[in-house]
DNA sequence: CTGAAAGCGCTTACAG
DNA sequence: CTGAAAGCGCTTACAG
């Protein structure tokens, strides 16, 4: 019924393979043969199936992208940014990103996305964190892999990261330069690399300014261990204030539990940043829209998608030997929950 | 190198063609045999390529889901939920979902999504609104689609859709129930359906309840043509009150916007529910940790997800002729931004 | 109820 | 630089 490679070749005059090598660009063919070719494939508007092409040279042309349920309809939108950057990279690379979502707990191998053992992709990416079983199931498969945001401890993974440690470097030292010292730090759930790396530069910039006594000091750290919240910020002001009456700021792990702390100041009929300073991470859509709008810290998301795109299609190609990681360098966005600007809004 | 059907013929001793029969579930074979195969195919954990089945049935065992980047990348994770149950219902049938965004304007034919053009889906879904450009030339592909919280005018498709004025009418109902009859609306942005029927839906709530001269009253309206959003509401609320001082209540078209009215309340020193009573639409992640939580309606969404795959699935198996429309049944969810409950916030 | 065989539309050594 | 041909792993009439 459509058109196929077999009737392109009969209107250009040339075999069927020749078709194919001027549509892969593989091989030699002349520039005359080329180009006459390419007028018949352009004028028929003929597309190759991608079944037979699959079948024929045993390649997919599918990404797989893995991500929790519970990240993907987080209301931050972070990860699903990240999905949008890898697909707008893999329409770059005529590929198809396949999607799975996975649960918090997965039973292996019955709940494994099912591309994975139908051999339905050429390579695989996981975005945020995911159930630790499924990624040593996925490193047994060899199928090339990146990790968007997530890196296991003794897994070597192509990991796709951003510079949470600079990001919080970048706030403490906007904090200190206005004379802020007395700083604390409310978060946790270190089940994600990236908020422990939070957490971490968070202490190392601290002890970079002579500031070790609080790195050190439990009393201004507020850390829980599962996922971070609104009320995880709530309530952990709320303890840090009562510890360390004289805070001067505090600073969260992401813009979310810094809603958390706004929250808390106001009930408590105080106010970022007069009464405290407070600061979040991500750069998620409603942080510029809080009252007061958050400092915090840009992380490109739609790049980091990108970016780790990129980093598969050239593993599935290339197959380099040694495992990569790219660090996304991340940018402090200065707003009112720190240092009023002219704009005064109160 | 891998295990194909041929292998597992030859290791029950039948020909591929009753294998693919056992595997399809298709026409006839006896009990023996079946068990026979099945008992084979589950030992080697033979999976089917399925590049062939698809080269062979002329079927992709995939289906097209089509959403536009600010709606996959909304705070709300509307969208993104409905995408989580197309997917969880999509593994029922061994069905692919194949992603792709596409902006708010789109240049037909390269633009669109490379799946339509290259016949690499039995089917599509489109989330939401997405350029009518893209439906109509959907529609002339004539493969069987189902539009989710969309419609167009003049184009016949199946589609799951909530009863928007049906939560709006449970809304007017839970306010004039409780004595609140000074009711106003703030939304807008009638490119997209829904929120015209919610606008629509507290019109006609208004005048089933003798309050037509508010339902006429444009002073009681502010609507706007553009994106619904946080400032919207906060405008919005700002105008009404001024051309109605003694406003009761105000109706919002969905929760982002009845955020940006609690926004302003609070800047003029005001406060839901004690000085106005403030609803929402949708029940978005957020809408349960605002000051006050919203009350507001809440839409099923990974659900919508699931039934706009179902029916798509029946419409690729059984072509019914008739499109079908389902509405989804929606439910008020009352909190503290309309009326204080014993766990008084203030 | 089962098997032999053609065919789906490509790719890819291979020969020239 | 180009063509003839085998082969990828399935499905599906068709014959029996």
Redesign the interface.
């Known amino acids: 019924m459509?058109i196929t490679i077999k009737d392109i070749a009969k209107f250009a005059e040339v075999s069927t393979s020749t078709v194919s090598l001027v549509i892969s660009g593989k091989g030699y063919v002349s520039n005359d043969t080329r180009e006459k070719v390419q007028k018949i494939i352009d004028e028929y508007?003929y597309?190759p199936?991608?079944?037979?092409q699959?079948?024929a040279s045993s390649q997919?042309g599918?990404i797989g992208f893995i991500i929790s349920?519970i990240h993907?309809?987080?209301?931050?939108?972070f990860y699903?940014?990240i999905?949008?950057g890898a697909?707008?990279e893999a329409?770059n690379h005529?590929m198809?990103?396949?999607?799975?979502?996975v649960g918090a707990k997965i039973d292996i191998p019955h709940g494994v996305p099912?591309?994975l053992?139908?051999?339905?992709v050429d390579g695989i990416i996981i975005a945020g964190s995911v159930p630790v079983d499924l990624v040593y199931c996925i490193r047994d498969l060899k199928i090339p892999t990146v990790l968007i945001d997530y890196r296991v401890d003794g897994v070597d993974f192509d990991s796709i990261l951003m510079d949470n440690r600079n990001g919080v470097q970048q706030i403490i030292n906007h904090l200190i330069s206005n004379g802020i010292t007395k700083i604390g730090f409310v978060g946790g759930s270190f089940y994600h690399p990236s908020i422990k790396e939070r957490f971490e530069g968070y202490q190392i910039a601290l002890v970079n300014n002579n500031l070790g006594h609080i790195a050190q000091n439990e009393d201004y750290h507020y850390l829980i261990d599962y996922e971070t919240s609104?009320e995880c910020g709530d309530r952990g002001l709320a303890i840090l204030l009562k510890k360390v009456p004289e805070l001067e700021a505090v600073i969260c792990v992401n813009d979310t539990t810094a809603?958390g702390c706004l929250?808390y100041l106001?009930r408590i009929d105080k106010s970022a940043p007069k009464d405290i300073k407070v600061t979040g991470f991500d750069n998620?859509?409603?942080s510029a829209?809080t009252?007061p709008p958050l400092t915090t810290v840009n992380v490109p998301k739609v790049q980091m998608g990108v970016e780790g795109l990129k980093l598969l299609i050239d593993r599935i190609q290339n197959g380099i030997s040694v495992h990569q990681t790219r660090l996304i360098p991340v940018e402090l966005v200065v707003r009112e929950s720190t240092f009023l600007t002219d704009t005064n809004n109160d």
Not at 49 to 52: E, H, K, M, V, Y
């Open positions: 459509s508007n597309k199936l991608r079944s037979a699959q079948l997919t599918n349920d993907l309809s987080r209301s931050e939108a699903s940014r999905l949008l697909e707008l329409r005529d198809y990103i396949l999607l799975s979502t099912r591309f053992n139908n051999h339905d609104v809603t929250q106001k998620v859509n409603f829209f009252n």
